[in-house]
């Protein structure tokens, strides 16, 4: 009798050549990436009313494809997922200048220091400014960076998703899942992003819901495989399928058409936030008038070029009384009025309520000026800085308010800002024009704590004219006529007090003469006009005294206010009721004469409070205290923190989750009946392996997977014992294929060393190799199944059985 040869292990090719790799993306996947691609097309086109110019269109695509093309060559390459997040991160930084800030770079493609920190900004700022801002987002430069990063982001996770993930099995379902809701995202975040004016909503929404519905169907039927498919049941499913869609597009398109919201009603984040600028944290301009008058009055402040005769200069308007002082109205009072400021582009909307005149465009030069308020020249179009002092860029802290021609800068207007204007006056009709118009209705802020005498002069002044104008002039003219201008200055023939609280109006109102200067008068006028329930603001800047050639330069001198009234489909008609002549005559003030009065018990001494001690005359500086003692962080600092914490979340989260469905899978493996158990052990050894960075065989028995396994260790100076994975190999065979029961003991002694021998091969392969491992997860399909399941028990030989045993094949 013949011995026979003892059989040596089929060697399995362990490494797929480099250039072959491509092949082994199925054409299925492909597939999927590019309905993906038309998915996220369609989702990103939601952007277009944000950011209004078709250059958005270039980021969004080009996050596209940087993201894909990063996940495509993880796939290829075996990168690890943590790497292909991290080569992502430096595709976005050296991709992300050409696409998303050309402008910013050299030759439109090379990054610079100014793109990267652009980028960086974007990327943690950008988010928050593109819903506190008025589209079109224009500036600062960075918030183009939203939609390319938004795309990049979306396209990598998902692209390494399809390609990385089972496209059959039971996994199928979850997987085509998460690749619809990538573009999902996208679709809600150009929604939430946006304005209430939305893009072919009805139409985008349609077309995604059709082509996701008809995909998902497709996907999740062709992931369940059948011996022996029906083509008549193939038919009938997709027929079926196209029928379901349809329905579902028609009923939701009619829905839609007939139930969806108005504009006006549509939700959108940037209405619910808050504008980052609140005009109430600086003193009130108005307040500050006297410190123009008396300390500046000599002192050059700005000069402009290019300048009409007459022109007049806006610094800020007001349209807010607490009965001490003027002020902006706050952001938190919802008004058509002067505190709703927004950090703008280059381009400025038209104001709501305007009748355009000329355009004038000019130069800026600031002196000795230092405050928020920008000096501007009319309803600003274009405003563009030409230069600035210290690192701090106005682009990124200037606020513009359109409504009222206002525009304030955070970090400051100061010495050597420079800038240029395009403005366009407001056009003003003669008296006659307006006689007939009524005044607009425009929301007021309220006003509290008027004085008495403001009703009984409004209307003693005002008249018996019908007509709102000839009202408004009425009051204009007895100003003027019954007052005398007075800054309170030593010089100036009588004095004048400061202020425009409630005593400050009743002095003005019931003392004869009436003397004050702008600061009285057009608070006086602003009181009177609303106590006949026209909207009125007080605007306060400058006037120019020269005939508009060449430079001018202002001083404190040429300070002035004035007031504006909102008439009906004009806008807002200026109005002038300070009086010019100064020679108040000393011996007509009226002493009042001494009444007897009954006696009376007084009330006790109360000392005032601190807030009615401060008044408008008080204030010496025109920006908000700040406290020295304050801890700040430098900015500096959050870009160092945020880069760490993003870099810690691209390391440990990933790990974390791996971590997760790795005890999820050993759990699963470790339960059922004993001989399910054994085959788990040996599944959960070879993902192991897998995991190390071995190429397992795809489809081996056991000991031809063993035999592959034990030569790669070997090659590679990883000590294994002789015979191991053979053994374990074996015992695993002979657990699911002898017929008998599988006792529990002798199933938890195949995992005791299956987890023996993984922890020896780990401690041996290294620090980088575990690590590396510890991103990786594989998943097989459990080897009973691959052999008629845990039942089916064959009979015969062990050698037979083990021949007849595949290994299954990695996820």
Same mark, same amino acid.
């Given at each position: 009798m013949?011995?026979a040869?003892?059989?040596?292990?089929?060697?399995?090719?362990?490494r797929?050549?480099?250039?072959?790799?491509?092949?082994?993306?199925?054409?299925?996947?492909?597939?999927?990436?590019?309905?993906?691609?038309?998915?996220?097309f369609?989702a990103?086109?939601?952007f277009?009313?944000?950011f209004?110019q078709?250059g958005?269109?270039?980021?969004?695509?080009?996050?596209?494809?940087?993201?894909s093309?990063?996940?495509?060559?993880g796939?290829?390459?075996?990168?690890?997922?943590?790497v292909?997040?991290?080569?992502?991160?430096?595709?976005?930084?050296?991709?992300g200048? @050409?696409? !998303?800030l050309?402008?910013?770079g050299i /030759?439109?493609? *090379?990054p610079t220091?100014?793109s =990267?920190g652009?980028l $960086?900004?974007g990327?943690?700022?950008?988010?928050?400014?593109?819903?506190?801002?008025?589209a079109?987002?224009?500036?600062?430069?960075?918030?183009a960076v939203?939609?390319?990063?938004?795309?990049?982001?979306?396209?990598?996770?998902?692209?390494?998703?399809?390609?990385?993930m089972p496209?059959?099995?039971?996994?199928?379902?979850?997987r085509?899942?998460?690749?619809v809701?990538?573009?999902t995202?996208?679709?809600?975040?150009a929604i939430?992003l946006?304005?209430?004016?939305a893009?072919?909503?009805?139409i985008?929404?349609?077309a995604?819901?059709?082509?996701a519905?008809?995909?998902?169907?497709?996907?999740?039927?062709?992931?369940?495989?059948?011996?022996?498919?029906?083509?008549?049941?193939t038919r009938? @499913?997709? !027929?079926?399928?196209?029928?379901?869609? /349809?329905?579902? *597009?028609v009923?939701g398109?009619? =829905?839609?058409t007939? $139930?969806s919201?108005?504009?006006?009603?549509r939700l959108?984040?940037?209405?619910?936030?808050?504008?980052?600028?609140?005009?109430?944290?600086y003193?009130?301009?108005?307040?500050?008038?006297?410190?123009y008058?008396?300390?500046?009055q000599?002192?050059?402040l700005?000069?402009a070029?290019?300048?009409?005769s007459g022109?007049?200069?806006?610094?800020?308007t007001?349209d807010?009384?607490?009965?001490i002082?003027?002020?902006?109205t706050?952001?938190?009072?919802?008004?058509?009025?002067s505190g709703?400021f927004?950090?703008?582009g280059s381009t400025i909307?038209t104001?709501?309520?305007?009748?355009?005149?000329?355009k004038?465009?000019?130069?800026?030069s600031?002196l000795?000026?230092?405050?928020?308020?920008?000096?501007e020249?009319?309803?600003?179009?274009?405003l563009?800085?030409?230069?600035h002092p210290?690192d701090?860029?106005?682009?990124?802290t200037?606020r513009?308010?359109?409504?009222t021609?206002?525009?304030?800068?955070?970090?400051g207007?100061?010495r050597?800002?420079t800038?240029?204007?395009?403005?366009?006056?407001?056009?003003?009709?003669?008296?006659?024009?307006?006689?007939?118009?009524?005044v607009?209705k425009?929301?007021m802020?309220?006003?509290?704590?008027?004085?008495?005498?403001?009703?009984t002069?409004?209307e003693?002044?005002a008249?018996g004219?019908?007509?709102?104008?000839?009202?408004?002039?009425?009051?204009?003219?007895?100003?003027?006529?019954?007052?005398?201008?007075?800054?309170?200055r030593?010089?100036?023939p009588v004095p004048?007090r400061?202020?425009e609280?409630a005593?400050?109006?009743?002095?003005?109102?019931?003392?004869?003469?009436?003397?004050?200067?702008?600061?009285?008068?057009?608070?006086?006028?602003a009181?009177?006009?609303?106590?006949?329930?026209?909207?009125?603001?007080?605007?306060?800047?400058?006037k120019?005294?020269s005939?508009g050639k060449?430079?001018?330069?202002?001083?404190g001198n040429d300070?002035t206010?004035w007031?504006e009234v909102?008439f009906?489909g004009?806008?807002?008609?200026?109005?002038?009721?300070?009086?010019?002549?100064?020679?108040a005559?000393?011996?007509?003030?009226?002493?009042?004469?001494?009444?007897?009065?009954p006696?009376?018990?007084?009330?006790?001494?109360?000392?005032p409070?601190?807030?009615?001690l401060?008044?408008?005359?008080?204030t010496?500086?025109?920006k908000?205290?700040q406290?020295k003692?304050?801890f700040v962080l430098?900015a500096?600092?959050?870009?160092?923190?945020?880069?760490?914490?993003?870099?810690?979340?691209?390391?440990?989260?990933?790990m974390?989750?791996?971590a997760?469905?790795k005890?999820?899978?050993?759990?699963?493996?470790?339960?059922?009946?004993?001989d399910?158990?054994a085959?788990?052990?040996?599944?959960e050894?070879?993902?192991g392996?897998?995991?190390l960075?071995?190429a397992?065989?795809k489809?081996?028995?056991?000991?031809?997977?063993?035999a592959?396994l034990?030569?790669?260790s070997?090659?590679?100076g990883i000590?294994?014992?002789a015979?191991?994975?053979?053994?374990?190999a074996?015992?695993a065979d002979?657990?699911?294929?002898?017929?008998s029961?599988?006792?529990e003991?002798?199933?938890?002694?195949l995992?005791?060393?299956?987890?023996?021998?993984l922890?020896?091969?780990?401690?041996s392969?290294?620090?980088l190799r575990?690590?590396?491992?510890s991103?990786?997860?594989f998943?097989?399909?459990?080897?009973s199944?691959?052999?008629?399941?845990?039942?089916a028990r064959?009979?015969?030989?062990?050698?037979a059985?083990?021949?007849?045993?595949?290994s299954?094949?990695?996820a």
């Open positions: 013949t011995a040869a003892p059989s040596t292990p089929t060697r399995v090719a362990t797929t050549p480099r250039a072959g790799r491509l092949t082994e993306v199925r054409a299925s996947v492909w597939a999927d990436i590019a309905v993906f691609a038309v998915l996220a369609i990103l086109l939601g277009g009313p944000a209004g078709l958005y269109l270039v980021a969004a695509i080009g996050g596209l494809v940087v993201g093309a990063v996940a495509t060559a796939v290829l390459l075996r990168w690890p997922m943590v292909t997040v991290l080569v992502g991160i430096g595709a976005y930084f050296v991709f200048t @050409a696409f !998303a050309p402008g910013e /030759l439109g493609v *090379v220091l100014t =990267l652009d $960086a900004t990327a943690v700022f950008g988010w928050s400014d593109a819903v506190t801002l008025r079109p987002l224009e500036a600062p430069p960075y918030l939203v939609p390319f990063a938004a795309t990049l982001v979306v396209s990598l996770a998902c692209v390494s998703l399809a390609m990385r496209s059959d099995g039971r996994h199928a379902t979850l085509a899942a998460l690749l809701s990538g573009p995202l996208l679709f809600l975040a939430l946006g304005t209430r004016d893009y072919l909503a009805g985008r929404g349609v995604l819901a059709a082509i519905l008809g995909w998902l169907g497709w996907r999740i039927r062709s992931s369940k495989r059948s011996i022996a498919p029906d083509p008549g049941l009938r @499913a997709i !027929a079926g399928s196209a029928v379901v869609v /349809l329905v579902a *597009v009923a398109g009619a =829905l839609g007939f $139930a919201p108005s504009a006006s009603s959108v984040v940037r209405d619910a936030v808050q504008p980052p600028f609140n005009p109430l944290d003193p009130a301009p108005l307040a500050g008038f006297r410190k008058t008396n300390q500046l000599k002192t050059k700005f000069t070029t290019n300048l009409p022109s007049l200069i806006r610094l800020a007001m807010s009384y607490n009965g002082v003027w002020s902006v706050g952001p938190g009072e919802q008004t058509d009025g709703s927004e950090l703008l909307p104001p709501p309520l305007f009748t355009p005149g000329a004038t465009t000019s130069k800026f600031v000795g000026y230092d405050n928020v308020w920008l000096p020249l009319g309803y600003t179009d274009e563009q800085f030409d230069s210290g701090a860029d106005p682009r990124d200037v513009v308010n359109a409504a021609g206002t525009t304030a800068v955070t970090s207007v100061t050597g800002l800038y240029t204007v395009q403005a366009t006056a407001q056009k003003i009709p003669n008296d006659k024009a307006l006689k007939n118009v009524p607009a425009v929301g802020p309220s006003i509290t704590n008027v004085p008495d005498v403001i009703a002069k409004a003693q002044y008249g004219s019908a007509s709102a104008i000839q009202k408004l002039r009425n009051i204009e003219r007895s100003l003027k006529k019954l007052g005398y201008l007075s800054h309170g030593a010089s100036d004048s400061a202020g609280g005593d400050r109006m009743n002095d003005l109102l019931q003392k004869t003469p009436m003397v004050g200067d702008q600061e009285q008068y057009t608070s006086a006028f009181l009177m006009a609303r106590h006949l329930g026209y909207p009125v603001r007080i605007v306060m800047g400058f120019s005294h005939d060449g430079t001018v330069t202002f001083t300070v206010a007031d909102a009906q004009v806008g807002w008609v200026p109005f002038f009721p300070t009086p010019t002549k100064t020679d005559p000393k011996d007509q003030t009226v002493k009042p004469k001494l009444q007897p009065q006696q009376v018990r007084q009330p006790p001494n109360t000392p409070k601190a807030d009615d401060l008044t408008p005359v008080k010496k500086d025109n908000p205290p406290d003692h304050a430098p500096w600092a959050y870009y160092v923190i945020g880069t760490v914490l993003l870099i810690a979340l691209a390391i440990f989260v990933p974390a989750v791996i997760l469905l005890k999820r899978r050993r759990l699963r493996r470790a339960r059922g009946p004993g399910r158990r085959a788990g052990a040996w599944d050894l070879v993902d392996f897998g995991e960075g071995y397992v065989p489809v081996a028995t056991r000991r031809q997977t063993a592959s034990e030569m790669q070997a090659e590679q000590p294994l014992e015979g191991a994975l053979s053994g374990l074996a015992d002979a657990a699911v294929f002898d017929g029961d599988v006792s003991e002798r199933s938890t002694q995992w005791h060393g299956v987890e023996q021998t922890a020896s091969v780990y401690a392969a290294g620090w575990r690590r590396l491992a991103y990786r997860f998943r097989r399909r459990t080897s199944s691959r052999s008629g399941g845990a039942g064959l009979p015969g030989s062990r050698a059985a083990q021949d007849a045993s595949p299954g094949s990695t």
